[in-house]
């Protein structure tokens, strides 16, 4: 029986190999910002989701320093144990402050936020109305609830529209999306999302994992962009991008936050987030509404890469967030790309297939804050050598 499992875990590498979609893990030995070393070669990095350069701020390291020395490394339990420390509920409170809502709740990842919140409201004889370029996480949540999935057309609000007529026989409709998509970068139309659901009598939720922190006028996100804030009854994030930390948080009503402690099975069977996370989350939030300058530098640097890509017909339009993907196209061909990229000390990584639709692989360039003109010169070199 073991040889025949093992034959089938052979045959199953071989075929990822075979068609372009086998994956490795590579050892980071170091990093200072952008400069990564793997495998005793440096190398400039265009794939952290670290766009502010928060995770590096001295301050941020000092908070965690002494968050550990307060708390120790872990919360010890989950937070209806033992675990609800009280760096969690001051940085709830921070985090429903920025996000203009009453409550929020935080939990261990991003992941799991998603997964906790959609199915602790969300039933068999529900339905889930997504948008069909959402992430993997809301993905999951959607089958994992036993809901009828109803899939638009991405940021089509004529296709909602009619996903909404179809899901009126359904007992609770939610209504999901992305505000800034993870590969594409593009941004969704939040508030006509909002009112669509409000006049179906839909919930309406949003991901703000690639938004929190950087789109908007002080990078609250995607409702301060659209001046909708507290239209949308569901607001989700992470603290591993723009924030430079870990974790998740669900933001919204204080009923909302309530239902989390009490039915959502990824906080409740979670061990709290560690001490040294919640510190750094917290002191990044505070960083960025006193320091904007670190969104403008972020934004100078996507112009740059914008600049570059549209002058060599890598893309037809500028992107208006971090996340700057180029289509190479077939899965082989963006593996090869990836290479030569590596080849010339940069790492830009490589979204294939199930991540992507099998034949639209990319390489995904992730600006960041730390990027200097030397590096986003030797970006460029590197793109017109493609």
Same mark, same amino acid.
């Given at each position: 029986m073991r040889e025949l499992f093992e034959k089938y875990l052979e045959n199953r590498l071989a075929q990822a190999r075979d068609s372009g979609l086998y994956r490795t893990l590579r050892a980071v030995d170091s990093f200072d910002g952008p400069e990564v070393e793997l495998e005793g070669r440096k190398y400039i990095s265009f794939a952290s989701n670290d766009y502010l350069g928060l995770s590096r701020h001295p301050d941020v390291i000092a908070a965690a320093s002494e968050a550990i020395g307060k708390y120790g490394a872990g919360a010890g339990a989950s937070r209806l144990v033992i675990g609800d420390l009280a760096i969690h509920r001051e940085l709830e409170k921070q985090i429903a402050t920025f996000k203009g809502r009453e409550a929020a709740r935080v939990f261990a990842t991003g992941y799991l936020a998603n997964i906790g919140a959609i199915n602790s409201l969300i039933k068999p004889g529900d339905a889930i109305v997504s948008d069909e370029k959402n992430h993997s996480s809301i993905i999951d949540a959607c089958r994992l609830s036993g809901a009828k999935i109803l899939v638009y057309r991405h940021l089509d609000m004529n296709s909602l529209r009619e996903k909404l007529e179809e899901a009126k026989e359904f007992n609770n409709v939610l209504v999901a999306t992305e505000s800034v998509f993870?590969?594409?970068?593009?941004?969704?139309?939040?508030?006509?999302?909002?009112?669509?659901?409000?006049?179906?009598?839909?919930?309406? %939720?949003?991901?703000?994992?690639?938004?929190?922190?950087?789109?908007?006028?002080?990078?609250?996100?995607?409702?301060?962009?659209?001046?909708?804030?507290?239209?949308?009854?569901?607001?989700?994030?992470?603290?591993?991008?723009?924030?430079?930390?870990?974790?998740?948080?669900?933001a919204g009503s204080e009923r909302l936050a309530e239902m989390m402690v009490n039915s959502s099975r990824t906080f409740i069977y979670s061990t709290g987030l560690a001490p040294a996370a919640s510190a750094s989350a917290l002191e990044s939030l505070r960083? %960025?509404?006193?320091?904007?300058?670190?969104?403008?530098?972020?934004?100078?640097?996507?112009?740059?890469?914008?600049?570059?890509?549209?002058?060599?017909? %890598?893309?037809?339009?500028?992107?208006?967030?971090?996340?700057?993907?180029?289509?190479?196209?077939?899965?082989?061909?963006?593996?090869?790309?990836?290479?030569?990229?590596?080849?010339?000390?940069?790492?830009?990584?490589? %979204?294939?297939?199930?991540?992507?639709?099998?034949?639209?692989?990319?390489?995904?360039?992730?600006?960041?804050?730390?990027?200097?003109?030397?590096?986003?010169?030797?970006?460029?070199?590197?793109l017109a050598a493609l």
């Open positions: 993870s590969i594409d970068g593009d941004i969704a139309p939040v508030a006509e999302t909002a009112r669509l659901a409000k006049e179906f009598g839909a919930w309406s %939720m949003i991901d703000e994992a690639h938004a929190t922190g950087i789109i908007g006028a002080s990078g609250r996100g995607s409702e301060e962009l659209f001046d909708c804030t507290g239209e949308i009854d569901i607001v989700m994030g992470t603290f591993s991008k723009a924030v430079g930390s870990q974790g998740g948080f669900i960083i %960025m509404e006193r320091a904007p300058e670190l969104r403008e530098r972020l934004f100078e640097n996507v112009d740059f890469v914008n600049q570059v890509a549209l002058k060599l017909g %890598m893309r037809k339009t500028p992107s208006e967030t971090p996340v700057i993907p180029l289509t190479i196209g077939g899965e082989a061909e963006a593996v090869k790309a990836f290479e030569m990229m590596k080849d010339r000390g940069l790492i830009v990584p490589v %979204m294939r297939y199930p991540t992507v639709p099998m034949g639209e692989a990319c390489l995904r360039i992730s600006a960041s804050t730390l990027h200097t003109t030397e590096h986003l010169e030797k970006l460029a070199d590197g």
